[in-house]
C-alpha cells in the first residue's frame, strides 16, 4: 500500500471537486492537492455524446451566465472562445410527454395558453396564491406539487434534470432555486413574488426591458468543462483516476482517507 500526503484531498472529480481544485489553486497555487475519482475519466454525472452530428448530453445540458463564479471557472478552464449562448428569451425547451415532443413556452402567458396540461392543472397553478410557503428544506418535487400541482412535476423535472444531472426527490428547492424561494417566502406567493419584483424592475438602456442570462454551454458539449478543468492537474499526483474511496478517519491532526490503491 503506498501513503501520500496533501494539504488539501478532494472526493470526487465531477464538476463541483474539479471547480474547488482549480479555484483553490488559483488563490494558492503553493497547495499540495489531489482529487480522486473512481472512473477513468472527469466529469461525473456530465458527459456529452455525439453521434451522426447530433449532441447529447448525459446530464446538465448548461448553466446560467448570471453568476461571476461561473464566469470566472470558464476563464481558468480557458473556455472563453468554446461558448455557445442562448438566452433565455429565446431559448426552446422540449419536453416528451406520451411518447410526443412537445415545445415549453418561455413566458407565462404562452405557458398558460399551451395544450401541455389539462384546464384544470391551469387553475391549480393559481392555487399558488393562497399556499403557504412549505416548512424546512423541502425537495424540488414536493415543492412545486405543493404550489403548483401534480401536473407540472414532470416540467420541472425536465429543467431541473437538465441543469442539475439529479433526482428533483433529492434535490433541496432551497439550493438550486433560493432565489424563488425567497420570493414564496417574503410575499407568500410565488406568483405575487414575481409581479411585485417585475414592477421594480428598472429597463436597461435600451428600453426593451430587463436583460435575461443566457443558457451556456460549449460547441462539444458540457463534457468540456471537466476536460478543461482536469487538463492542467498532474495526472497520478494531482488527479488520480481509477481510485475509490473506502474509509475516512478522523485524526489528532488531520484525517486519514483509505482507497484500494492509496493510503
Request: charged content about 25%.
Amino acid at each position: 500500500m503506498q501513503s501520500k500526503q496533501a494539504d488539501v484531498l478532494i472526493i470526487g472529480g465531477g464538476l463541483s471537486g474539479l471547480s474547488v481544485a482549480r479555484f483553490l489553486l488559483s488563490e494558492r497555487p503553493d497547495l499540495s492537492l489531489q482529487v480522486l475519482e473512481k472512473h477513468d475519466r472527469p466529469g461525473g454525472a456530465i458527459f456529452s455524446h455525439s453521434e451522426e452530428g447530433y449532441l447529447a448530453e448525459w446530464g446538465a445540458h448548461g448553466f446560467l451566465d448570471n453568476c461571476e463564479e461561473s464566469r470566472k471557472l470558464i476563464e481558468l478552464a480557458g473556455l472563453e472562445g468554446e461558448m455557445e449562448k442562448a438566452p433565455l428569451g429565446k431559448f426552446v425547451r422540449y419536453v416528451c410527454l406520451d411518447g410526443k415532443l412537445r415545445c415549453i413556452p418561455q413566458s407565462p402567458k404562452k405557458i398558460l395558453a399551451a395544450n401541455l396540461v389539462s384546464p384544470w392543472a391551469k387553475l391549480r397553478v393559481l392555487a399558488d396564491l393562497w399556499r403557504s410557503p412549505l416548512a424546512g428544506e423541502p425537495s424540488v418535487a414536493a415543492w412545486v406539487e405543493h404550489r403548483f400541482g401534480r401536473a407540472l412535476v414532470p416540467f420541472a423535472d425536465a429543467v431541473f434534470t437538465g441543469t442539475y444531472a439529479g433526482d428533483i426527490d433529492r434535490l433541496k428547492i432551497d439550493a438550486v432555486m433560493p432565489g424563488v424561494r425567497r420570493l414564496e417566502q417574503e410575499h407568500g406567493s410565488v406568483i405575487r413574488g414575481l409581479l411585485g419584483k417585475r414592477k421594480s424592475m428598472k429597463k436597461d438602456a435600451s428600453g426593451k426591458g430587463p436583460v435575461l442570462p443566457a443558457m451556456t454551454s460549449f460547441r462539444t458539449g458540457m463534457g468540456r468543462l471537466p476536460q478543461a478543468l482536469a487538463q492542467p492537474l498532474e495526472l497520478n499526483n494531482q488527479l488520480l483516476y481509477r481510485t475509490e474511496l473506502k474509509e475516512v478517519h478522523r485524526l489528532a491532526e488531520g484525517w486519514e482517507v483509505r482507497t484500494a490503491q492509496h493510503v
